[in-house]
């Protein structure tokens, strides 16, 4: 089975900080996503990778960059952390499958910024 | 720009009913529509997949119906366990190979 690994499951981090959210994938997919998930907006993309180095913006980048150096990796970045940006990211990569993107997600991290 | 609608938000069931969690979509011009579910505090797992060619999908006791004409999906849970308890949600692909565009979930919790 495809995994998604997410290095940590929960972080605390004061204001103003900078936090690194890795993933990585071990079924050498193309594509990869980071969500935020927060309670009553649901499931929203901040950015998507299509390839190594490629990087597109989603719905809500602001506040967030990425990194993709590697093809099985896919970094969120929080260059200056704000307690706006405390929620549950997820990250997931995906196959095409008869032209359909099949995702898999990680488990998610909980981030609190104090 | 797509949004996907999810209702009810929750939903309590006794053991055994059969239930139907609604989806719907704006955009009907959809490459496929897929539904999760998602156990507290976790990430998501895949249940089915809908291609836009196609009318329904079914896996086990779950049956996920698609109707793009009126930009609408169902997915029916036969015989509901406790097991089932979970949030649910469904997600729209506009083009191929595009991120998908998730509905806020249904939380269904069924009791024993």
């Known amino acids: 089975d495809v995994k998604v690994t997410q290095s940590s499951r929960y972080l605390v981090k004061r204001t103003g900080e900078k936090v690194f959210l890795e993933c990585v994938q071990d079924?050498?997919?193309?594509?990869m996503f980071w969500y935020r998930q927060d309670p009553g907006l649901g499931l929203r993309l901040i950015y998507f990778s299509y390839d190594v180095k490629m990087k597109e913006k989603g719905d809500i980048p602001e506040g967030y960059s990425v990194s993709r150096e590697k093809k099985e990796r896919f970094s969120l970045i929080l260059e200056s952390a704000s307690t706006n940006q405390t929620s549950m990211y997820l990250c997931?990569?995906?196959?095409?499958?008869?032209?359909?993107?099949?995702?898999?997600f990680g488990a998610g991290s909980r981030l609190t910024v104090l | 720009k797509q949004e996907v609608t999810q209702i009810p938000a929750a939903l309590s069931v006794p053991e055994g009913e059969n239930l139907v969690l609604n989806c719907s979509f704006t955009?009907?011009?959809?490459?496929?529509l897929q539904w999760f579910r998602q156990d507290p505090g976790k990430g998501l797992t895949s249940l089915l997949l809908i291609q836009s060619s196609q009318r329904e999908q079914t896996s086990g006791r779950l049956n996920a119906s698609l109707d793009k004409s009126s930009g609408r999906s169902t997915l029916y849970i036969a015989a509901s366990q406790p097991g089932d308890s979970a949030t649910y949600l469904c997600?729209?692909?506009?083009?191929?190979?595009?991120?998908?565009?998730f509905g806020k979930g249904t939380t269904l919790s069924v009791s024993s």
């Open positions: 955009d009907s011009a959809i490459y496929n």
């Open positions: 079924m050498d997919h193309e594509n």
């Open positions: 997600a729209v692909e506009n083009q191929a190979g595009t991120a998908l565009i």
């Open positions: 997931a990569s995906s196959r095409i499958s008869s032209g359909a993107n099949v995702l898999t």
